[in-house]
């Protein structure tokens, strides 16, 4: 048995490997669990980007080692899918790194950006591996607050000013996971403001660019003013085209921050295998029905979902984008003892909110990640609860 190293004993627990196991019991012993903790697609990879890598697999030229920094078809690529779908102009040459994922990406920045004590704002609730690229860095973290009286926006004025002064990194994701708000326009220009202002460099995860409901399209960082100056926007593939598998993504914007993720890169690992960057490839330029279709879905499961919950009495606020409801738990229990309940009495797994920070006190979160039906039975046995 060797002893691991302080670094990786200090990093931040993982709190979803814990509620694997624990579905994973019920499922042993032979409930029939509807699991909406985890945020895993739960449709397939559309049939012509498979084809596309399967073509690509027995391509020899893509069983060497690809560029170090990946191709630049691919970058390209992105670079016009940011066009097309933000009107947003990207050099694919200085403003683009291809990721193993948008987590590698969010993991890897504050490490290229940070001294071990500098400060970086971290939203509150929020994704929580933004942690563990903090603990890495040895970088001190100020949490946003995200409440629901605000659309789950932080108000920069309720951060301590010190705190902004110092900061050098911020995390923002919209549309959100866990909320499912969705960034105004307004809201972003103040960012930008607010980033030029104090030299902070804002990181704006973008995972769920794709999903915003009742026809609200998600806007890009990158289209508000200046944002290229003071940030990078994390695009992924995983949910856009459920190819959460395959691992690719793109850091966009700001070239110093570009080239400092790509510097790292260079010394952690060579690029992703070729014919994944060719099916992305395809991905982001060949048809785009599937986005809308898999958009469209997710908003039919979520009416389905919250309006059966109305239905019951609970007073529940639909989400405006990503695949996730925010629901309030009902008086009297944390969200631990009523994510509990739902798995042991209705076998029904969901993320308690406080996995995801303190302000995540008093949610849960539900993954839109089964069919109608299936949440249709949710419904029904959390109306045999008798809870509301
Ligand atoms: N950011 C957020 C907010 C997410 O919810 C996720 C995945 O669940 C990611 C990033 C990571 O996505 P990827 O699969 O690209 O690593």
Redesign the pocket.
């Known amino acids: 048995q060797f002893q691991t190293s302080q670094l990786l004993n200090n990093l931040p627990k993982q709190f979803f490997a814990s509620l694997v196991k624990k579905v994973g019991k019920y499922i042993e012993q032979g409930y029939d669990v509807i699991n909406l903790g985890q945020?895993?697609p739960d449709q397939a990879t559309p049939q012509h980007i498979v084809e596309k890598m399967q073509e690509a697999a027995a391509d020899p030229a893509n069983h060497k080692y690809s560029p170090f920094q990946g191709h630049h078809y691919l970058k390209q690529a992105a670079a016009d899918f940011y066009q097309r779908e933000y009107n947003v102009k990207i050099d694919p040459d200085k403003e683009v790194a291809i990721?193993?994922?948008?987590?590698?990406g969010?993991v890897e920045i504050p490490q290229c950006l940070l001294n071990p004590g500098d400060t970086i704002l971290v939203p509150d609730p929020?994704?929580p591996?933004y942690l563990s690229g903090v603990e890495l860095a040895k970088a001190e973290m100020v949490m946003m607050p995200l409440r629901e009286q605000n659309d789950f926006l932080p108000d920069y004025n309720e951060i301590p000013f010190e705190a902004i002064e110092k900061a050098k990194l911020m995390f923002l994701?919209y549309p959100?996971?866990p909320t499912g708000a969705i960034a105004t326009k307004e809201f972003f220009e103040e960012t930008v403001k607010l980033a030029s202002e104090n030299d902070i460099c804002v990181v704006h995860?973008f995972?769920?660019g794709a999903l915003g409901f009742d026809g609200d399209k998600a806007i890009s960082f990158l289209q508000t003013e200046g944002a290229k100056e003071v940030g990078v926007e994390?695009y992924?593939?995983?949910?856009t085209y459920n190819m959460?598998g395959w691992?690719?993504?793109f850091a966009l914007g700001n070239s110093s921050v570009i080239s400092a993720i790509e510097l790292l890169q260079d010394h952690l690992y060579c690029s992703l295998f070729g014919g994944i960057q060719e099916a992305a490839a395809e991905a982001l330029t060949g048809p785009q029905d599937c986005v809308r279709e898999l958009n469209n879905l997710y908003e039919r499961r979520r009416n389905v979902l919250i309006e059966g919950l109305r239905s019951l009495g609970w007073n529940v606020t639909a989400p405006k984008g990503?695949f996730f409801a925010w629901l309030r738990v009902p008086e009297g229990l944390s969200s631990t003892e009523f994510a509990d309940i739902l798995l042991e009495k209705a076998h029904i797994a969901v993320a308690p909110g406080v996995a995801f920070g303190e302000l995540g006190e008093g949610y849960v979160r539900v993954g839109l990640l089964t069919t109608e039906e299936r949440l249709r039975e949710v419904v029904r046995r959390i109306s045999k609860l008798e809870i509301f």
Request: zero cysteines.
């Open positions: 945020g895993n990721l193993f994922g948008g987590k590698a969010l929020g994704y591996d994701n959100n996971n995860d995972a769920y994390i992924t593939l995983s949910k959460a691992r690719v993504g990503s």
